[in-house]
T-cell receptor, first 115, second 112 residues
Framework: DTGVSQDPRHKITKRGQNVTFRCDPISEHNRLYWYRQTLGQGPEFLTYFQNEAQLEKSRLLSDRFSAERPKGSFSTLEIQRTEQGDSAMYLC?????????????FGNGTRLTVT | GENVGLHLPTLSVQEGDNSIINCAYSNSASDYFIWYKQESGKGPQFIIDIRSNMDKRQGQRVTVLLNKTVKHLSLQIAATQPGDSAVYFCAEKREYGNKLVFGAGTILRVKS
């Protein structure tokens, strides 16, 4: 499978715990995005990397959230001191950023439930 | 937050009929638009995209129409099949930047 891979698929955690999600993009894609999606809503942009550089962060990304892409390949999204409001599907997407804009290819997400 | 298309309507169609899913966007500076299909438990799947310098683009069984005058985007699906049942999202890219802004989606139900 050469698509975007996310791990884990599901995560249940207690409020106050830290969680970390991993995303492996399509191998030749240099752009990587994190989105969050709640039930009945479209995905909301969180942050975006071009290679290893984090170029844009949403106001939604509070100081409890941090994302990294250390070698310009896989990325991690960490949420510290989780809150019930963090419960959502966390989606990763990648694209090939050369010339004109190219479509984002999404993974199947990590569903986080905070109890 | 930012949204394109503020509702989550449901469209029910008979198998074999054509479907039209509509989306209104608010930012006239957007220069790229895209439709995604999302099935339960999966991530959004790319269907078709269109740049702002075009008003129509066709794919396999799908057509996207862009009307910049009224800031309206539509997705036409020909000969709708049960496998087309899903939530459909439109998204836009603002002129300067690389992120997509999504609408709330439309549920498509295909009746056999």
């Amino acid at each position: 499978d050469t698509g975007v891979s996310q791990d884990p698929r599901h995560k249940i955690t207690k409020r106050g715990q830290n969680v970390t999600f991993r995303c492996d993009p399509i191998s030749e894609h240099n752009r990587l995005y994190w989105y969050r999606q709640t039930l009945g809503q479209g995905p909301e942009f969180l942050t975006y990397f071009q290679n290893e550089a984090q170029l844009e962060k949403s106001r939604l990304l509070s100081d409890r959230f941090s994302a990294e892409r250390p070698k310009g390949s896989f990325s991690t999204l960490e949420i510290q001191r989780t809150e019930q409001g963090d419960s959502a599907m966390y989606l990763c997407a990648s694209s090939l950023g050369t010339g004109w804009y190219s479509p984002l290819h999404f993974g199947n997400g990590t569903r986080l439930t905070v109890t | 937050g930012e949204n394109v298309g503020l509702h989550l309507p449901t469209l029910s169609v008979q198998e074999g009929d054509n479907s039209i899913i509509n989306c209104a966007y608010s930012n006239s500076a957007s220069d790229y638009f895209i439709w995604y299909k999302q099935e339960s438990g999966k991530g959004p799947q790319f269907i078709i995209d269109i740049r702002s310098n075009m008003d129509k683009r066709q794919g396999q069984r799908v057509t996207v129409l862009l009307n910049k005058t009224v800031k309206h985007l539509s997705l036409q699906i020909a000969a709708t099949q049960p496998g087309d049942s899903a939530v459909y999202f439109c998204a836009e890219k603002r002129e300067y930047g690389n992120k997509l802004v999504f609408g709330a989606g439309t549920i498509l139900r295909v009746k056999s």
